[in-house]
């Protein structure tokens, strides 16, 4: 094993943090920000290929772009001696692939939240228009808060995209899809499928294609079904088997159609689980019997997925105990602990019984409602006063859960998921639950038809503590106010309501606008190095004008600049000039010539 170097460009390396097939991960020092970091030094040689350095560079400026809570931060890319490298921010916590062998105690919940951050996180990749291609627990990071964090987004991209001719498979063979073993081009439902594999070996501690050697495993992906998770483990909820089997499918037109939608189902599952135990209402006699809460998605026979369809239905088995359950006194029923078997007893009767065995379906999603029956076998309804025409009912749920439920300026007393009776004209629905912005939507004739309709709460806006830095000194600006004096690196509270915070640097002429979430406690921005900007006229008597600065006369072989949008103008003596809009990337030089003035 070669020694460990004591530098990697301005980085202190402090030791090795492991090694695979695509590079060895460092713990460094940045001792200009005075912080560790991260550190992959790739296996990758650029020092005669120029072509594949310009790849790989392309491919890791659109991976530093995602700034998401649920995956790993890029702070830099270098090379050295040909070798690139690659700097992130250093995480706390251990890797799936480390708790898996530890065998480190969680509960089904916990291991649902972990794959619904890691569908969030992908969901937003995919937006960005980035694939992982290597989804599997080594990749999964999860803090000691219980924050998940995806590892080596684009790694494998790169690595293909770099040294690898076209047909080479990159990735884990456990985890990788049909199409992308078979070399085919592979979008966001390639990384559905791994985080199918994923969320079986976390559920039951084995991998649903094994074999004696990574071609045995190739195989068993291409030709065989994955043994059913629900036959290993027969206790956990059906619904949650129907998960993992669409997104184990073969054919990508089977799986989920994006990762959103299968967050979303996993939450659906997550929150039914949680819903007994957290509930303030809904009691019941405790010598009421338990009843079985399955909830699954309808989904056809294989092959007859509906793309986009990620509706979730949940079937549900009341006993006689349960059926009067929502109209006994409200008070709290301390919830007892949950095993991971899927079974809902004292409160959830009372569950049950107020969604009155209806087939619940999100409001959007395919498929339809089927009302509940009453004791004659005939759809309940619910009469007013004389002459009142008949009210309906709707089942109103919420992400999170827990929400109080008002119809038309009326409070229902409940709190979400539950069913609610709404007039024969839909109605205005509004939600509140602490921490969260209070809700009003519509309710429409669809999702009377549909018999559901799920609400999404936005967390309240609150202070941030924002953290910036950069290369380069700059300062923050709110408004016409400096907030923080120049610097590398800033720490300030933003109060949510107030101007756009500005990060400026006049000699490098940036003024850039900075994303703030007020959802969220913090924020940590780290601004790319500058680019050089090079320009040339062919009439040297004009001026050249950046973003309304004046920098000279041409030409200006060398001018260091923030990276990002730029205006640059000629503006000649007589009036004449010409303009142009450019973008400059972070290290890289970008030339601009100018022709005879025009005008």
Do not use: W
């Amino acid at each position: 094993m070669p020694p460990i170097p004591k530098t990697i460009g301005r980085y202190e390396i402090l030791d090795m943090v492991g090694r695979g097939g695509m590079g060895v991960l460092y713990r460094a020092r940045d001792p200009i920000l005075e912080r560790d970091v991260a550190l992959k030094m790739m296996h990758v040689d650029f020092s005669q290929d120029d072509t594949a350095r310009e790849r790989f560079q392309r491919e890791a400026r659109a991976v530093a772009r995602l700034q998401h809570r649920n995956v790993v931060t890029i702070h830099e890319l270098g090379e050295i001696d040909g070798a690139p490298y690659i700097v992130m921010e250093f995480l706390s916590g251990k890797d799936l692939d480390a708790l898996l062998k530890e065998g480190a105690p969680m509960s089904l919940v916990q291991k649902l939240d972990v794959a619904i951050q890691l569908c969030d996180g992908l969901a937003y990749a995919h937006g960005q228009g980035i694939v992982h291609r290597d989804i599997k627990p080594g990749n999964v990071r999860v803090l000691e808060d219980g924050t998940v964090k995806i590892l080596d987004f684009g790694i494998a991209k790169f690595a293909m995209s770099s040294v690898t001719q076209s047909g080479t498979v990159m990735g884990t063979p456990s985890y990788m899809p049909p199409e992308q073993i078979m070399g085919q081009p592979v979008d966001g439902r390639a990384d559905l499928f791994s985080a199918g594999v994923l969320l079986y070996e976390l559920l039951s501690g084995t991998k649903p294609f094994v074999g004696d050697s990574p071609t045995a495993v190739v195989y068993q992906i291409m030709h065989t079904e994955a043994k059913p998770i629900a036959e290993v483990m027969p206790d956990l909820p059906e619904a949650l088997s129907e998960i993992v089997g669409r997104a184990l499918q073969k054919n990508p037109n089977d799986r989920y159609g994006n990762a959103t939608e299968m967050a979303s189902d996993l939450q659906t599952v997550k929150m039914m689980i949680d819903l007994p135990l957290n509930a303030d209402t809904g009691a019941v006699d405790p010598s009421a019997a338990t009843t079985l809460l399955q909830a699954s998605p309808v989904r056809p026979k294989t092959g007859a997925h509906t793309p986009g369809s990620g509706a979730l239905h949940a079937r549900m088995r009341p006993s006689a105990a349960a059926a009067a359950a929502d109209a006994a006194p409200r008070s709290r029923v301390e919830p007892a602990p949950m095993s991971n078997i899927m079974v809902i007893g004292i409160a959830g009767a009372a569950v049950v019984a107020v969604l009155g065995g209806l087939y619940v379906v999100r409001g959007g999603g395919g498929g339809g409602a089927v009302p509940a029956a009453g004791a004659s076998g005939a759809p309940a309804a619910t009469t007013g006063g004389k002459g009142a025409a008949a009210a309906r009912t709707i089942v109103i749920s919420s992400v999170p859960s827990g929400a109080t439920i008002t119809v038309d300026g009326v409070d229902t007393g409940k709190v979400t998921p539950a069913s609610v009776p709404v007039g024969a004209v839909p109605g205005k629905v509004e939600l509140d639950l602490k921490g969260y912005q209070p809700f009003s939507g519509q309710i429409t004739d669809d999702d009377l038809k549909t018999g559901s309709r799920e609400f999404k709460l936005a967390v309240e806006a609150q202070p941030v503590r924002l953290t910036v830095s950069g290369a380069y000194p700059f300062e923050l600006v709110q408004g016409s106010r400096v907030i923080s004096a120049s610097s590398n690196r800033h720490e300030v509270t933003v109060e949510p309501g107030g101007p756009a915070v500005v990060a400026r640097n006049r000699d490098l002429l940036l003024s850039a606008p900075l994303a703030i979430d007020f959802q969220r406690a913090r924020a940590d921005i780290t601004l790319p190095a500058p680019g050089v900007l090079a320009v040339f006229s062919a009439v040297e008597t004009c001026t050249i004008v950046v973003d309304g600065q004046d920098i000279g006369f041409p030409p200006v072989p060398r001018k260091s600049i923030a990276a990002g949008a730029h205006t640059v103008e000629l503006k000649c003596p007589d009036g004449k000039g010409d303009s142009k809009k450019v973008s400059v990337a972070s290290g890289e030089r970008t030339q601009v010539n100018f022709g005879p003035p025009k005008g």
